[in-house]
Every structure is written in C-alpha cells, then in structure tokens.
C-alpha cells in the first residue's frame, strides 16, 4: 500500500471511496436523496479538495493497493468550527469497506499529523457523527473525547462528537516508538 498526495486525476475515485462509505455507514440515517448528490458525476466538492490541497493549507492524500487502485483518502486543514485549542480539522478519513481494519485509516491519519506538523500545525481535531463505529480507532491514537454537538446534514439533525490530538508530535512519536 502506498500512501501520496492527492490529484485531479484521482476525483472520480476519491468521490467513489466517499459514496461507498457513506452508504454502508449512514443508510437508514440519512435520506436516499443525499446519497444521490454524492455521485461521482454530480459532487463537485472533489475539484475544490484539491485545489485547496494544492494551493493552500490543506491536505488532500490517497492511498492506493498494490494494483494502484484508490482504497481511502483523507482531507484536513484548518479547524473550521472555533475551538479554542485545536489548530486543525481531519476532515475526512474513510477507506472501502473491503480494506478497513487493515491499518489504512491508521496510516492515512498519520500521514496527515505528519504533514500538519511538517507546516507547523500541533494540533487535530475530528468530527465523528454518533452511529459511525470508528471513534475506538480514534481513542486507540490517543484522541481525547472534547464533545458533544448536534448538526443539520441536509435537513437531518444528527449528533456528532469531536474527538482530538492537542499534540501531534507526541502521537506521530509514540507511533514510531510503537513500529521499533
């Protein structure tokens, strides 16, 4: 598996990756319509990812098989909700269902804190909407749990809970210590 920085190339397959998760995560929670507006051809949201990824203090990375087949992604940049003490967002991680618990998420996440810190960020938070199994993933890092809110998603009023790193350097070392 080989983990790099996203391209325009890679939109229909970053936009494939989403969709697929969304449905196996929040079918049923969420109307069908919205799955409709996350197909690859009419989400226009991808494009503008990677041009901020490209241009600006985001991050946009894949990871691809052996086959270089796209099988996750993960998107950060600044902290868009005003927390007090989190410099930066992990906006989005997810990876096929097929490849999950595998270690993908694990080596997209730390991609990104690597990267963050590399531009001087110390600091990451993720939003987690309540039904979506992978806050374990999450506290197994060493995220801490800052809190409970409720968003409208498309008309639905769902629950998320923000859970988040206050140092990415002790998390990318106690990773690496971990790996010797």
Request: hydrophobic letters at 40%.
């Amino acid at each position: 598996m080989k983990i790099r920085r996203a391209n325009k190339s890679d939109i229909p397959a970053i936009a494939r990756v989403h969709l697929e998760c969304w449905r196996l995560m929040y079918s049923g929670m969420i109307p069908e319509d919205v799955f409709k507006t996350l197909e690859p051809k009419s989400d226009p949201r991808w494009a503008h990812v990677l041009e901020g990824s490209q241009f600006g203090d985001e991050i946009a990375l894949v990871a691809e098989n052996n086959n270089l087949k796209v099988i996750g992604f993960a998107h950060a940049g600044p902290e868009w909700g005003g927390h007090p003490t989190i410099e930066s967002e992990l906006y989005g991680l997810f990876v096929v269902p097929e490849h999950q618990g595998r270690g993908v998420g694990k080596k997209l996440l730390l991609s990104v804190a690597s990267a963050l810190v590399k531009n001087n960020t110390n600091s990451m938070l993720v939003r987690v909407r309540s039904g979506n199994p992978t806050p374990r993933v999450y506290q197994a890092l060493g995220a801490d749990n800052l809190g409970l809110q409720s968003v409208n998603v498309d008309g639905v009023k769902v629950q998320e809970i923000a859970y988040g790193w206050h140092n990415l350097r002790e998390l990318l070392e106690r990773e690496k210590e971990l790996r010797n």
